[in-house]
Every structure is written in C-alpha cells, then in structure tokens.
C-alpha cells in the first residue's frame, strides 16, 4: 500500500481538501485506484451535533454516517462511495480504545497513548487503506490521508506520532508528505516565514515533507520559492505553487501542469506499468472528461437565491452550492448564487414614527432582501433546524409559488413550503410542525418518534433510503430527470416528516407527493403540476451530486431557471439555445 498524507501549516483553511482530492483525481487519471482518509483531532465522535455556522456542513455518507465535509470533497471529485471508517476522529480513537480496555482486552495492561491509542490509529488506517470504496471490489493503489488542523495542535499530537511510525514501517518510498502552506503577501512582499516554521515543526515530529504546497492568491515570485527550497531544504522541483484558478476545478490542471504526481511517483515505488490497458484508457478518458469540463466558457448567466438561516457561514450549505455549480457547469452557465438571510424577509415589528438606528437597518436589510428575492430566477430553501428564520423561508416560497418562479426545498425547505400551502390553500392557518410547537393543532409536520431516543448523535434518520415514484406520476418533471425510473435511492438526515393524515388533503389542493418511502407511508418528494419547477425533497439529492454528474433535482432547478430567464426576457445575449424541455423530459 501506497500512501500520501496532506498535511497543513500554521493557517487552516487555505485548500488541504482540494489538494488531496485533486492529487486523487490525477492518480486516477494514471489509472490507479485510491482512497481517503481524514483525520479530525477534535474530541467530538463526529460532525453530527456541530452547529453548521461554526463547524460548516455535516456531509452525510450512504452508510448514514455523519462526518466532516472534506468527505465530500472526495466523493465528488473522486465518485467513491466512502463509509464512517474513512473519518477518524479523537473521540472515535478514543471511545474505542476505552471499550476494548472495558471489555479485557489489553490483559490488565496499562493503557496509553503510547503504544495503544497510536497503534489503534496505525491499525484503523491500514484497515481502511484496503478496502475498496470506488464499487470495483478490487483494493485501491493510493490512500491519501489528510490530516486535519495546523502544525502544533496538542490534540493532533497521537496522530502525528501514529504516522511518522506509519512512514518508518512502511518504508519511505511508499510513504510522502505534502505540506500545505500559505505565503501570506502584506505590504506587497511574499512572505515565508510561516513556511520554514510551519517545516521545522513538522520535522521536529518526524515528518519529513516531500512537496511543500504553497497555497498563494498569486504566482510565487522565483526569488520566494528559492528561498522556500533553501530555509526548508528541499530541492526547487519540491515546492508547488498552486495560486488562486478561476474555480476550484481547475486546482488538478495547476498540479498536473507542475509536475507534482511525477515528483510523487518518483518518491514511490510506484508506476503505471503495473495498471491495465483498460485502467489506462478510463483514466485517460476522465482526465479529458474533467479537463472539458473544468476549461469550457461559459457566457450566460443563471441568478438563482439561497435563502436560508446559515448565510453568514456559507461552508454550511457547502454540497448545495457544489450541486448547483455542477449542474451549471453541466449546462455550461456561470452562476450567479444570491445569499439571502431568511430572517431579513419575515414583516417588520411596528416602531411608531420615532424609529432608532436598529430599526432603520432592520427596514434596510429587509428592503434589500425582498429586492433581492425579486431579482432572482430561481430559488432554493435548504436544510436547517430550529424555528429561527422560518416564516421567512416560508414566505420566500409562497412567492416562488404564486409568481411561477422555479423553486426547490430541501429537508426543512420542502417541510416549510408544505406548511405554507397548508396555511394558504388548505385552509389550515394554523398548520405546523412538532419542531417549532409541540402542541399545534394542526401537526402538518410532525416528529419520527422512532427517530428520536434520548440519545441525540446519530439518531436521526439517515444514509441512503429508497424512493419510490407513485403510479400516475408519469407527467411529473422531477421523474423525468431521473430517467423515468420506478424508484431512486438518496442520503436522508431528518428527525420529522410530512404527516400522513394530511397528505390526502393537501393533494386535493394540489400539492402532489410524486416520490413516497417503499411503504408508502413517508413524502419524499412534493411537486406541483401547474408550476414550471416547484419542487420538493425530503432527501438530500447534494450529497450525491459529483462533478461530471450533477444531481437531478438540482439540474432541473438551474435548467428551468435558465428558461424562466428566457421567458421574461432576462435572456443573456450570450446564452446558447439549451432546450431545457427536452432536459425535462429526460433527455439528455
């Protein structure tokens, strides 16, 4: 097994994750089958009960594990099909290792972190190296694990000590490391001094850094990466300038045009004599699929808003905004993605004549929202908890409804934009869900007891759950993108439902649940006949979305936003002629 860790410095944030899944992309491209692994120090078991403003996104895989969004970075770029075991975690780390000393299993011996909690950590990583997570059954070539956090974290101590052994055992030509680091420029100077630190601590543990990435808004001046090759002494062909692409895609053409998996290879025992034909050809394919995709111009605009209760931390709708920037980029689009904060479009509270500072920003922001909403071509509500910015994602979708404008909900969106057709046509003003009042009259929504045990993390209904297309759906829009098939399969995270003693009188009014559970007892999917894309899902179709394979509900969303525009003559003179009917209609 091959091995190559992607490491950070002393700033997080600036790309680990699209530098390992970029890395993975061009050894796919070679042929070769790979993996990943992330590695999160913080105590907590998983992402599942971190709040999205704080923490960004919790991916959900399809094994129903809630984990940390590089995970998703990997399945998009890489289309695997990752599980739990691919996140570790202290708290996992250390829960385990806890049980086992509960159960016996150390014979009476004194458990630390060395040996124990480091071999539990070289152990889990070798387990996970060799199980294949790209559907082929066969073990993968490379693992690429990124290591979470910057250099010098206490808690990230167990986990540099577990893979500067790792490294000594495995020998170092199956063992690289590519550290990340920023060259911060301030008063027009690029400085290094957080590289050469962030080298010398990385060395002090043990690790040894065969590429240093540095992560830079613009190309390093020659003199910089000099100086980087000698204060870190590592040869100039070892320091990889990967600055600011017009989109993160085009990250794998930056490392390949440098040169960096040669560099890698040569550093392994590794070559492409050992891959098939066969691989040979598929990666040769992708690479040219993904180098298309990433290249084409695209000179029409599509204006689509998001409104929702996180905008501030946008890393919390981070799969939303990569499935619509996958189907735009499948459409050949720019787009133009609108933050709007569903608080700001809930009615103003009277002040009287007399109104303070507060009251006039409030007036402003709630002007600019709803100016905002209007200017847009499309919508989308996306998931959340809590009753915080409700009747404002509520409202935001009464007028998608009413004025014909495409619309998608997803999770709570699909839930409030229920609720708001119960309150408006189904003559139920006072239709709610059990999440926002335990004692409505009318519990439009209510809560999966099934789903909710005194244990919060992990309870929820999760993971890939079935989808069935209801007979007589025929004409439905949603279906067709999926092909027409009987029956879909996509990743929930939920804790309440639609309640089915109101279905009926809901579709009466017009709201059409097209997709139900195999039982027919859960809505999975609402849709409206009389709409040009007024959609809902209870699932949530982003975390399959992949780069070359946009998800279907989000395709539908950009492609009828784009007609809408048409239609209203906000036609952009440089869009092509798509026919968005024909996408509609399940073609392709």
């Not at 919790?58 to 990997?74: A, K, P, W």
């Not at 790209?134 to 690429?144: A, F, H, L, M």
């Not at 009615?347 to 303070?356: H, I, M, Q, S, V």
């Not at 409030?362 to 998931?383: D, F, M, Q």
Request: negative net charge; contains cysteine; charged residues 25%.
């Amino acid at each position: 097994m091959h091995y190559i860790l992607v490491s950070g410095g002393v700033i997080s944030g600036v790309g680990k994750g699209i530098i390992a899944s970029s890395t993975g992309l061009i050894l796919q491209s070679l042929g070769f089958r790979v993996t990943c692994i992330k590695i999160d120090p913080y105590v907590s078991v998983d992402a599942g009960l971190m709040a999205p403003a704080e923490h960004g996104e919790c991916f959900v895989l399809g094994s129903g594990s809630e984990v940390d969004l590089d995970l998703g970075n990997y399945e998009r770029y890489l289309s695997l099909a990752l599980t739990g075991d691919n996140n570790i975690t202290t708290g996992k780390v250390y829960k385990q290792v806890i049980d086992k000393e509960r159960n016996g299993d150390y014979l009476g011996r004194t458990v630390q972190i060395v040996p124990h909690i480091v071999d539990h950590i070289k152990d889990w990583i070798r387990r996970v190296a060799h199980t294949s997570v790209d559907g082929s059954g066969e073990e993968p070539d490379v693992c690429i694990i990124e290591l979470g956090g910057t250099v010098g974290d206490i808690e990230s101590m167990p986990f540099l000590e577990a893979l500067t052994q790792l490294r000594h055992e495995s020998g170092s030509t199956n063992f690289v490391t590519i550290m990340v680091s920023y060259v911060p420029v301030i008063h027009g100077e690029q400085k290094t001094k957080p590289t050469q630190h962030a080298v010398k601590s990385v060395r002090s543990h043990g690790l040894i850094p065969d590429v240093i990435a540095c992560r830079c808004e613009k190309p390093l001046a020659e003199s910089t990466v000099r100086k980087i090759s000698l204060h870190c002494q590592v040869e100039m062909e070892q320091v990889v300038v990967v600055r600011d692409m017009p989109t993160i895609y085009q990250v794998p053409l930056l490392l390949r045009e440098q040169e960096m998996i040669p560099r890698l290879l040569s550093r392994m025992s590794l070559s492409t004599k050992s891959v098939s034909n066969e691989r040979l050809k598929q990666g040769e394919e992708l690479w040219e699929t993904w180098k298309c995709a990433a290249t084409a111009e695209h000179k029409a605009t599509v204006n689509i808003a998001l409104v929702g209760k996180y905008v501030t931390s946008p890393d919390a709708y981070m799969s939303v905004t990569k499935a619509l920037e996958h189907s735009a980029m499948h459409l050949r689009l720019n787009l133009n993605l609108v933050w709007i904060d569903a608080e700001h479009l809930e009615p103003l509270k009277p002040r009287g004549e007399d109104e303070n500072d507060r009251a006039v920003e409030e007036r402003e922001a709630y002007e600019k929202a709803w100016n905002t909403l209007h200017a847009a071509s499309g919508l989308i509500i996306p998931g959340g908890f809590g009753k915080r910015g409700v009747l404002g994602m509520m409202l935001a979708s009464k007028w998608a409804r009413e004025n014909k404008i495409p619309f998608l909900g997803v999770c709570l969106g699909f839930q409030v934009a229920v609720l708001q057709f119960a309150r408006d046509v189904c003559s139920l003003p006072h239709a709610d869900s059990e999440e926002f009042d335990k004692q409505t009259k009318e519990p439009v929504v209510l809560e999966m007891l099934e789903y909710n045990p005194k244990i919060k993390g992990g309870s929820m209904r999760l993971g890939l759950h079935e989808t069935i297309f209801q007979e007589g759906t025929e004409w439905s829009k949603i279906r067709a993108l999926y092909g027409g098939v009987q029956g879909v399969k996509e990743r929930h995270r939920h804790r309440y439902e639609v309640n089915p003693q109101f279905v009926d009188r809901l579709e009466e009014a017009g709201i059409h649940f097209v997709g139900k559970d195999e039982k027919g007892e859960r809505m999975e999917i609402f849709e409206m006949k009389d709409h040009p894309y007024f959609v809902g899902t209870q699932f949530h179709a982003e975390y399959q979305s992949r780069v070359l394979d946009p998800s279907k509900p989000y395709l539908g969303l950009v492609a009828a936003s784009l007609d809408y525009q048409d239609k209203q003559g906000k036609k952009d003179d440089n869009a092509g002629d798509l026919d968005t009917s024909r996408l509609m209609n399940g073609s392709k």
